[in-house]
């Protein structure tokens, strides 16, 4: 089962990034052999990628999206269908950009497993959009039955609609709770101001908690089975709120959820269950912190790569482990917590991993308070993985202005040398770029291109035969002191 699941995630295909034309699409075949990988440290759910624009890229609209890739290929189809479908939106708005706009589209999809057994998968999947200004969040739950094959709706769960129908008038009572306060508490208004504001908002809540899947197309919950339902921005409230969040106690809600799905929720927890996602992860690692390599004496380069850990990751550090070379990953916290042991295997392996946010926005349109959330998330799920602290950081597209550098409190890594991977899907092209890369130079390349990790065996041969030392960020670096909120794309 372990050898037909490897093979699976190595045959995954990342969908073109740059457009649908046949030139960007088309791919030269891997002239890449590798044997089958005896490390056990792999991950069942894993993290497929769709990319427009990059670190470097002069566009101003960009399409970050990622989306899970596992074992079942109906699953896979509906998430593929669903991440085409964003895709697509990102498209026809793009054709509305007006030229000379300061700033472009920014669109971006994560997700996080809410559940994983032999019986159930559920994805918690956000999406985030800007048209040149602040993000505006979209959630969405996925819910797969395993047995059955089939993607389950909220009103299946609370089933008959008599108990949908009860559910919602508890939500709604908790909306109207939480909205009442919310006005209550405005200082700048008068009381006849406030009942005004009230009174508007009774029908918003009234449509926007009615019983159909359309408002209950987002929730999750945790193992002791409380529930979270997100409502969208404008659903239930006017846009200064955001998006709301209402949370009920297992009590509140338990006895309207149809039997045959109370497990999924862990009011009947099944026996023998057990999760697939993962296997158990050893976090009593140390790193020590001394380099055979000397980088103020040897000529050294650092390779990086942005964007995982995702379907390409477990592939690269075969490539990597066989040639005895390091690197540096800056990895997206959402990726991390999906594709954990991946991330375990890439540090107990001596690969140095970095910060790139939590799910890729743009840290300059985000709020001091974002900002400081972005890192110190993604900063925590690493260091529950690995049990070291993270030092590095990249933001996402290389953005960042004063306010970001202040924020993130931690040495900016960048680089100077970019091979334009993201665009140019052909490994000949991507290693010969690469292998230009000189003396303590930093590169820039992507994990989640295939065609990036199929270029990886001709680069490594030739920097080496340049007599060049491959090593990651704080080998580099090692015998100099990096300063929180300074730049940095190679040693001088």
Known sequence: MKKILYVFMLSAIIYSCKDNSKKDETQKPSTVTLEESVENLTDSIQVKNIQIGSDTSNDKNKFHLSYPSTVYDFINKNEEEFAQSYLTEFKDAAKDVNEDAVAGLDFGQHFEIIEST???????IERYTSYGNNYNSQYFTHIYDIKEKKKLEFSTIFSPQDNFDKLAEVVKSKTSEILRDRIRSMEELTDDDKKALWKNSQEMI???????????HAFSWDESGNLTIYFDKYQVASGNHGNIEIKLAPESYKHLVAEEYQYIFHIQPQT??????????????????????????????????????????????????????????????KSAKVQKNTLLRAYKEGHQIGNHSWDHKDLKKLS??????????????????????????????????DIVKNKVNMPIILWNLDPLDWKDRNAETVAQRISEANINGIVLAHDIHKTTVEAMP????NLKSKGYHLVTIDNLFAGKELVNGKTYNRRQ
């Open 118 to 124: 032999p019986s159930i998968i559920a994805f918690l």
């Open 206 to 216: 009234d449509e926007g908690t009615k019983a159909n899947d359309k408002n209950y």
């Open 272 to 333: 023998q269950e057990e999760d697939t996602s993962t296997t158990s992860i050893d976090t009593d690692q140390s790193s020590p912190k001394t380099y055979k390599i000397d980088c103020s004496k040897e000529p050294c380069i650092a390779i990086t790569f942005d964007d995982g850990p995702a379907t390409h990751t477990t592939q690269l550090l075969d490539i990597l482990k066989k040639h005895d070379v390091k690197a540096t990953f800056f990895v997206l916290g």
């Open 368 to 401: 001091d308070e974002e900002i400081v959330n972005q890192i110190i998330k993604t900063n925590d799920v690493i260091s529950n993985i690995t049990g070291e602290e993270v030092n590095v950081m990249r933001p996402p597209y290389g953005s960042f202005n």
């Open 458 to 461: 001709e680069v490594i041969s």
